[in-house]
């Protein structure tokens, strides 16, 4: 982590004590969060996650910011301050009150805190674990982002141990759902296909650009449900996420899988086309602050 964190629009020293035992949601879980990409010191889809972010938390009442701008600028100042131009930001909300062992003393019914990274080199490619009941798709509070992921930690955790690099989810009904902290994608031919939300998946940032805005002339990228065997069937397979973006999957509980990389390649081209004309737009409106890089790094 670098040295300085964003707590209630204070840039403060990560080492600053500033949680209480009180706080509901640090205890509990009850909060939402969203895990940026800072490119050119331009937080890459900004509006996508506060969408998804107000959402989440409007299910889990948890209360948040009053506006995007005002969360956007105190996120641009902890970019500033910790020189993290191209780094991995992560910023959550956490609801402070409720419940029997609310403490006294808290007068503010959220905290935000926000903190930076460096970004994490994850490799050409990922090795693949398998979790049966990952994902439970039928559960009202399917596809939110919330703070209680330590499910997520140990099911990464015990893929580890295996030699793995992360792990597919599968559902209730055995379907493929995610990965812990990726969504993933079949291709098959000229179809790139990832599972539908009624599979459990998140929504992820990444997933969404590739559904909706990133477009390659006889490609298709669409939602289907997917099983273990249309994994193994396939011609490639590639996992998403913000600080992934489109990572190359090697092989899934240690049975390789198709090794046909045209169409994640073709794809993870026009994304960074994306990328960089995002970046453009808003380094153009004044997005970002003094003291960033001259040129981009893509």
Not at 268 to 281: G, K
Request: one cysteine or more; proline letters at 4%.
């Amino acid at each position: 982590m670098h040295p300085r964190i964003l707590h209630n629009g204070q840039i403060i020293e990560s080492n600053a004590h500033t949680a209480s035992v009180g706080q509901v949601g640090l205890l509990n879980g009850w909060g939402v969060f969203s895990t940026i990409r800072v490119m050119d010191g331009v937080m890459f889809a900004f509006e996508k996650h506060w969408e998804r972010m107000s959402h989440d938390a409007a299910l889990m009442h948890v209360p948040m910011p009053a506006a995007e701008a005002e969360l956007r600028e105190g996120l641009e100042r902890l970019i500033e301050a910790n020189e993290a131009w191209n780094a991995t930001l992560r910023v959550a909300v956490v609801r402070n009150k409720g419940g029997a062992f609310q403490a006294p003393h808290l007068g503010r019914d959220f905290d935000v805190v926000a903190y930076t990274i460096d970004l994490n080199n994850w490799g050409s490619s990922a090795r693949l674990g398998v979790q049966p009941h990952g994902r439970h798709a039928a559960s009202p509070m399917t596809g939110l982002k919330v703070l209680a992921w330590s499910h997520n930690l140990a099911f990464l955790e015990k893929a580890k141990s295996k030699g793995y690099d992360e792990v597919v989810l599968l559902n209730e009904r055995g379907e493929v759902s995610e990965c812990t902290s990726a969504n993933i994608f079949a291709v098959k031919g000229e179809r790139a296909l990832t599972p539908p939300m009624s599979s459990g998946c998140l929504p992820g940032v990444t997933r969404r650009l590739l559904l909706e805005d990133v477009h390659v002339a006889g490609l298709m990228v669409e939602e289907k449900p997917l099983r273990l065997d249309d994994l193994y069937e396939a011609d490639g397979v590639f996992i998403t996420s913000s600080t992934r973006e489109l990572l190359r999957v090697e092989s899934v509980e240690g049975r390789a899988v198709g090794q046909d990389d045209g169409v994640r390649r073709r794809l993870h081209e026009a994304f960074r086309e994306l990328m960089r004309e995002y970046v453009s737009r808003q380094r153009e409106r004044g997005a970002g602050r003094r003291g960033l890089p001259t040129a981009p790094v893509l």
